[in-house]
């Protein structure tokens, strides 16, 4: 039987069954093929995901042009090579080129590829450890292959849960009816509004914002409740992404709320009145105030929990509050950490868990899923932010590690060895540890500047394996490359 091929009225019995065929679904039914169970996983839109489709990869495709030119002009003998603006015609045609024109073809023969069944329709729980899957019609769903009528599929060891989540409207009057952009809408759109508000200060709202501008928007604002944007980076980092997206010609607002939006119809402008009486005009709306689970129609009330709400559960990803153990959740569901990389991660450590409690030896194996699962998910998790300048960031923020009641010390300096100057003429930057004293390792790191990223995972590395300050002034780092930053910052600490 091929991946979408379904008998009609069809009980289906199956090891496993993995409800979500984003990312995390994908990881999760992956280790669970490699384990030897039989997995079949259920997607009613396109295999992939979020991730796939409407977020990560396509908004980072709308970034990279840019910040590549900003990284040629910033370079004398190359600026001059460089000559005119963005083609953001080319720009769309690029990320459409990644997102394979919406069509999830390539990710489904994966699947066959991996031994893993592919049953497109809804999936909802209607006993324990029983999935229906309902057709679906029309919208994101690949080729359109649907199952002609409910298939139930029953599942011997376990279900799991990756159905991620949606983009939340905030309850603001109007708001819905003005058919705002989400994060969906901002990375399929191919033409850039003249005029653009952004709702919300996280990582989606200045990255899209800043792709938005680049891409040809002559106003865009920011609008964030808070004190700055990227609340939960460190405020140096902060300040620096603020003053970035400033200097690119975008308006920041801090400390104020949209209150009501107004749109007389499509293709008409939108108004936003904010809290303070101001009245914004634009083309377009995006909000970007969070995410809200994907478990409203999962038939949660059937084993005792709220639709709608978050799933809890341990590091092996099994659900509290069910019987039997046999229900378990990976990735944004779980509300743990909503990035895909820690979702992916959940998912391989849950996929092992389910296949040594299906071989009964969960208590003789090694445990991915117990100690590394918990420093991974709750103290180490790294982020980069593309915006320009980039943050990346693992571990604990200073606040976060003395509010955890850790003696610790932080040391901050700029970005300015021989490799930076290299990178860039005009190159800005800061890099900042805090270690905890009483162990002497850094619990937290943070890097603002062009292309950090790239050096967030010597960060991570040394964040989770909990390596020694005298044994990190070992890690020599190469000469003249930026990450020769970490030496300085260790000779600052005073080794």
């Known amino acids: 039987m091929s991946s979408e091929e379904t008998q009609t009225g069809e009980i289906r019995d199956v090891d496993t069954v993995v409800i979500g065929a984003g990312p995390v679904g994908e990881n999760v039914a992956d280790r669970l093929r490699r384990g030897g169970l039989s997995v079949t996983i259920v997607e009613s839109h396109l295999v992939g995901g979020e991730c796939s489709f409407a977020a990560c990869i396509p908004s980072k495709a709308l970034l990279r042009?840019?910040?590549?030119?900003?990284?040629?002009?910033s370079v004398d003998g190359a600026r001059q090579a460089v000559a005119g603006e963005l083609?953001?015609?080319?720009?769309?045609?690029?990320?459409?080129g990644f997102t394979h024109g919406w069509d999830d073809s390539g990710q489904r023969e994966w699947l066959d590829g991996a031994g893993i069944d592919l049953v497109r329709g809804h999936g909802r729980l209607v006993a324990p450890g029983v999935v229906e899957v309902a057709p679906t019609h029309g919208g994101d769903a690949g080729d359109g292959t649907t199952t002609t009528d409910p298939v139930r599929l029953r599942a011997r060891h376990a279900v799991v849960v990756a159905t991620g989540t949606a983009p939340l409207l905030p309850p603001i009057p109007g708001l819905a009816e003005a058919t705002p952009w989400t994060n969906r809408e901002a990375t399929r759109a191919d033409v850039a509004p003249r005029r653009l508000v952004v709702l919300g200060g996280g990582p989606v709202a200045c990255e899209l914002a800043t792709a938005w501008r680049s891409l040809g928007s002559d106003e865009v604002t920011v609008v964030e409740r808070g004190d700055r944007v990227l609340g939960r980076v460190e405020p140096f980092a902060a300040e620096a992404v603020a003053a970035g997206l400033r200097h690119q010609g975008i308006a920041v607002c801090t400390g104020v709320s949209a209150v009501a939006v107004e749109r007389d119809g499509p293709g008409a402008a939108v108004r936003v009145r904010l809290d303070d009486g101001t009245m914004l005009e634009a083309d377009e709306l995006l909000v970007a105030t969070g995410r809200t689970p994907n478990t409203t129609d999962l038939g949660l009330d059937v084993v005792g929990l709220d639709p709608g709400s978050w799933l809890e559960a341990d590091d092996s990803g099994l659900v509290s509050g069910v019987d039997g153990g046999w229900l378990y959740a990976a990735g944004d569901v779980t509300h743990e950490v909503l990035l895909t990389h820690v979702g992916k991660y959940q998912a391989r450590a849950c996929g092992d868990a389910i296949v040594a409690r299906a071989r009964g030896d969960l208590d003789d194996a090694p445990a991915p899923w117990?100690?590394?699962?918990?420093?991974?998910?709750?103290?180490?998790?790294?982020?980069?932010?593309?915006?320009?300048p980039e943050v990346a960031a693992v571990g604990l923020s200073e606040a976060e590690a003395r509010a955890a009641g850790l003696d610790v010390r932080v040391v901050t300096r700029a970005i300015d060895v021989a490799g930076a100057s290299l990178h860039a003429d005009d190159y800005e930057g800061t890099a900042q540890?805090?270690?905890?004293?009483a162990r002497r390792i850094i619990v937290g790191a943070t890097f603002v500047g062009p292309e950090v990223g790239e050096m967030l995972h010597a960060?991570?590395?040394?964040?989770?394996?909990?390596?020694?300050?005298?044994?990190?002034?070992?890690?020599?780092?190469?000469?003249?490359?930026?990450?020769?930053?970490?030496?300085?910052?260790?000779?600052?600490?005073?080794?």
């Open 370 to 388: 117990g100690p590394y699962a918990a420093t991974a998910r709750h103290r180490a998790v790294p982020q980069v932010v593309y915006t320009r």
């Open 87 to 96: 083609d953001a015609v080319a720009v769309a045609a690029r990320r459409t």
């Open 433 to 437: 540890i805090v270690v905890d004293e």
């Open 459 to 495: 960060a991570t590395i040394a964040v989770v394996g909990e390596v020694p300050l005298d044994r990190l002034w070992h890690a020599v780092p190469a000469f003249p490359s930026v990450s020769e930053v970490w030496l300085r910052l260790l000779e600052d600490y005073g080794l």
């Open 65 to 73: 042009p840019a910040a590549a030119v900003d990284a040629a002009r």
